[in-house]
């Protein structure tokens, strides 16, 4: 494909939990349905899961809770998602963000990211 009519978007994940660490005022947004299937998971009541894990950050929605070095609660020993089994829909779909439509966006995340521009997979982005 040529640059003047778009680009591809390539990505594999490796495993490596940067995509989880260190992304400061960042918010993973999860939904109350996700809330749900991460208390199953857990084996925890709601009230547990807000003190620990969940904090609103405006009047309708939520996020998961980041440790004060940026990094994801739910990230343990070995850069391994605690809940990846029912993860929110914004962790399953990285990198595939909107924010991350534009090649400048795309590169600057590929810097951060070992898995992008990897993988087989590959997605279309019309040109700027």
Request: hydrophobic share 30%; glycine share 8%; net charge positive.
């Amino acid at each position: 494909m040529s640059s003047s009519s778009g680009f591809e978007r390539r990505f594999a994940c490796t495993g490596c939990g940067k995509c989880c660490t260190g992304r400061g005022s960042y918010v993973i947004e999860v939904s109350r349905r996700e809330q749900r299937r991460i208390q199953r998971f857990l084996g925890i009541g709601r009230d547990w899961l807000r003190r620990r894990y969940v904090f609103r950050f405006d009047d309708e929605r939520e996020s998961v809770r980041m440790h004060a070095n940026g990094d994801c609660v739910f990230l343990e020993e070995g850069k391994r998602c605690r809940i990846y089994a029912v993860r929110p829909a914004q962790c399953r779909t990285y990198p595939f963000w909107p924010e991350l439509e534009t090649r400048q966006a795309w590169r600057a995340e590929a810097r951060r990211c070992e898995g992008i521009l990897l993988g087989k997979s590959k997605i279309t982005v019309r040109a700027e």
